[in-house]
């Protein structure tokens, strides 16, 4: 199994930028198709973004298109989320995981997920 951290989070204004970071460790992340979630207070959690093996194939919920940029790097075991033109509404606490099934992935059907990080947007 593989095991996740994620990293990158922080305290931003309205309209600036962060980037998180999910590390990979105990098997190589090039086997598993990779996603990003989030939770924000009194909320569930809700799939952000989600990037298949290859990188080649990418997929957005509608509230991030067009700001958010999910990437990974391979020989780094890391997947990558570039949020831009950050809002309020994008406070949460955000967690990656993955799975051998990209559909998977995209459903967020996990067991476990790790601390996550926490983007905290101002207005």
């Known amino acids: 199994q593989v095991q996740l951290v994620e990293s990158g989070g922080g305290l931003v204004q309205a309209g600036g930028s962060l980037r998180l970071s999910c590390a990979a460790s105990?098997?190589?992340?090039?086997?598993?198709?990779m996603g990003w979630f989030r939770q924000a207070p009194g909320k569930g959690r809700e799939f952000v973004a989600a990037?298949?093996?290859?990188?080649?194939?990418?997929s957005y919920a509608d509230s991030v298109k067009g700001r958010f940029t999910i990437s990974r790097d391979n020989g780094k075991n890391t997947v990558y989320l570039q949020m831009d033109s950050l809002k309020p509404e994008d406070t949460a606490v955000y967690y990656c995981?993955?799975?051998?099934?990209?559909?998977?992935?995209?459903?967020?059907?996990?067991?476990?997920w790790g601390q996550g990080t926490q983007v905290t947007v101002s207005s």
């Open positions: 990037i298949d093996l290859s990188g080649s194939r990418r």
């Open positions: 995981n993955a799975d051998l099934s990209e559909k998977v992935v995209v459903a967020g059907r996990f067991d476990s």
């Open positions: 105990g098997r190589t992340v090039s086997r598993y198709a």
